[in-house]
């Protein structure tokens, strides 16, 4: 079964923005790196525009990190076309990924639901 080249090439964006998003923002001291994790990356069929899903730790925070992402993007770019080899180097904009929040905050309401009326008791 042959692999989706459109698919191949996410992946690869995928990885490659991730280790130049570290590069790009090391120097930055307000930014705590592990706070924000690129989970998907989405390019147009032509290749020319891609959607990276990034997913921020701080919920509260995420306008500011959105930002920061957005005015770091053309260097992102440069290191992306320097590493790889593209017909087309993607235009990069950074969208919010809330999946994983939300996983977060299912499993801390099941974590607080009380136990069901009908659980034995372990003997003592």
């Known amino acids: 079964m042959p692999v989706n080249r459109l698919d191949r090439v996410n992946a690869i964006l995928l990885r490659e923005i991730a280790d130049d998003l ?28 891609a959607d990276v899903w990034v997913s921020i730790m701080d919920a509260a925070d995420h ?25 087309f180097t993607p235009h990069l904009r950074f969208r919010l990924d809330v999946g994983i929040a939300k996983g977060d905050r299912v499993l801390d309401i099941l974590n607080h639901l009380p136990p069901p009326a009908d659980a034995q008791e372990p003997a003592p």
């Open 22 to 49: 570290y590069r790009v923002l090391q120097s930055d001291p307000e930014v705590d790196l592990a706070g924000v994790t690129v989970t998907k990356v989405e390019c147009a069929p032509n290749l020319r525009s």
């Open 63 to 87: 306008p500011t990190w959105l930002r920061r992402l957005s005015k770091h993007a053309k260097e992102i770019q440069a290191l992306i076309n320097r590493n790889l080899t593209l017909r």
